[in-house]
């Protein structure tokens, strides 16, 4: 079980700073790699409201995050850490070149957060093991 949980905060963490490059960079990283123009954003799935790569993203960091950090005290600031991360990020697209800030995008950061957050509650409160 060790052994899980220091592979699933590696991850956590690389997953981090590789989410923060890409949020960062003035263009599309996979958009260069995959069509060969740093302008075209690659999309998973249509979106719905709210932007489903920037869901995903960080649906799967928290999960992540929640696997890395589950039965801590951490989990709590795990939680702020992220909501903040996805704020701070998205709003970092207003100085950006080539990125643009965009509401779906936040709340699509924000929902993917609060989904895993909640379900793990719902879990740990409920399903005891």
Avoid: W
């Amino acid at each position: 079980m060790n052994k899980l949980k220091n592979f699933s905060r590696i991850g956590f963490y690389s997953s981090n700073i590789i989410l923060i490059i890409f949020y960062l960079f003035p263009g599309s990283i996979l958009g260069c790699f995959l069509y060969n123009d740093c302008y075209k954003q690659p999309q998973i799935t249509q979106d719905f409201i709210i932007s489903s790569n920037h869901f995903y993203a960080f649906l799967l960091l928290t999960s992540l995050g929640v696997l890395s950090f589950h039965n801590t005290k951490k989990i709590n600031l795990l939680s702020v850490y992220l909501i903040l991360l996805s704020i701070f990020l998205e709003l970092f697209h207003i100085i950006i070149p080539n990125r643009g800030f965009e509401m779906s995008d936040l709340f699509g950061n924000i929902v993917g957060v609060i989904l895993v957050i909640l379900i793990y509650k719902i879990v740990i409160r409920y399903v005891k093991t």
